[in-house]
């Protein structure tokens, strides 16, 4: 299942991407004909009213944790714990683990001593470590699970 998310909300896709969803962030409304496939195995999260494609899902609010509880319904059947942190916050790819003497000089020091996993974004290089996501991230989607 893919979640295209609306130039408006970029934040939600990366919310979605924590959770290890496929969320893609469209700039321009021109890419949606694109993205959208046959077997109607999307989802679009939009604050469009007008000229909406099937499979399009409006959301209301401005904020993040409000827009979440909006996108709720449509993204719990497919929330996993094992996806959780497994994608690029900035480009949706599946991160890859990497060793951690090749990530030496490309993390700051301190991280590189104090930490034993890492992984990497095959498409922009970026390396993740546990805890380089957002803070307490862990513990935010565990409360917003159980409230929700
Ligand atoms: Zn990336």
Redesign the pocket.
Known sequence: MKFICDVMLGRLARYLRIFGLDAIYIRKYEEIPHLLDKSKQYYFFTKRTKNLPEGSVLIKSDHINEQLIEALPFIKPFLEEKLFFSR??????I?KDVEKSDVEGLVPEYIFHTHVEFKK??????IYWAGSHIEHMEKWIDEFLNLH
């Not at 690029?88 to 790819?93: F, Q, T």
């Not at 974004?121 to 970026?126: A, F, I, L």
């Open positions: 690029c916050l900035e480009c949706n790819a991160l974004c095959p498409s922009c290089n970026k």
